[in-house]
């Protein structure tokens, strides 16, 4: 049964700085691995989807890396600002397109 | 292209009523998910469609939770009777059913049982 862990559960970071969240999974044998933000209240929007096959993806100040043998994804959000507050979750799509959630990472950015 | 629709995007009741949510995903994406939410964690599965047959429904407590997806388009997600512990929000997704597919999330529906 495939198992994903975020760490670390709240990250408080003061404006401007870089930061990386982290996901692992259990099981290596996944399709691809998603990240999404969700804000207090709202659905999940996704930001990045990398596919087995790619190492990283890139969009604006968002980078999500794949390391499938290790079992390990990282989100790097560059000069972070107020508005990246929010909670990160990752999910890995394995088979029978089975879609598992970690249990996400809240990040407060201080202005 | 339209999102997944989810409603009632709200919902109170008493524990012991019943409560349904409904959802109606892309046009064209085969696979269904229900998800239950409780506060401060990650999304837990329910329930997977694939067009009007269940791939997964391990985690679905089936004493009280229900959910089909006739004729492989919308779905509704039933609970009967409603527990305290049932409060969460319920999150419905869909995707294609290519196994490099992305997923995409309704707005959901926060459910209160008092």
């Known amino acids: 049964k495939q198992e994903v862990t975020q760490i670390p559960a709240a990250l408080s970071v003061p404006e401007g700085e870089n930061l990386v969240l982290n996901c692992s999974f259990t099981?290596?044998?996944?399709?691809?691995l998603q990240w999404f933000r969700q804000d207090p209240g709202k659905g999940l929007t996704s930001l990045l989807l990398?596919?087995?096959?790619?190492r990283e993806q890139t969009s604006g100040r968002l980078n999500a890396s794949l390391d499938k043998s290790s079992g390990r994804s990282t989100l790097y959000i560059a000069a972070s600002q107020p508005g990246d507050s929010a909670t990160y979750l990752c999910?890995?799509?394995?088979?029978?397109?089975?879609?598992?959630f970690g249990g996400g990472t809240r990040l407060m950015v201080k202005p | 292209e339209a999102g997944v629709a989810q409603s009632p995007r709200y919902k109170i009741i008493e524990k012991r009523q019943s409560v349904a949510f409904w959802c109606n995903p892309i046009?064209?994406?085969?696979?269904l998910y229900w998800y239950q939410q409780i506060l401060g964690q990650g999304p837990k599965l329910l329930i997977q469609?694939?067009?009007?047959?269940?791939?997964?429904d391990s985690q679905l407590p089936k004493d009280r939770f229900s959910a089909e997806r006739l004729k492989g388009v919308d779905s509704t997600l039933k609970i009967q009777p409603a527990k305290l512990e049932d409060s969460a929000v319920y999150l419905c997704?869909?995707?294609?059913?290519?196994?490099?597919?992305?997923?995409?999330f309704g707005q959901g529906t926060r459910l209160t049982v008092v």
């Open positions: 099981d290596s044998a996944i399709y691809n």
């Open positions: 999910a890995v799509r394995s088979a029978g397109n089975m879609l598992t």
């Open positions: 469609f694939q067009n009007n047959g269940v791939v997964d």
């Open positions: 997704a869909s995707s294609f059913s290519g196994r490099g597919t992305e997923a995409f």
């Open positions: 990398i596919q087995s096959s790619q």
């Open positions: 046009s064209g994406h085969a696979t």
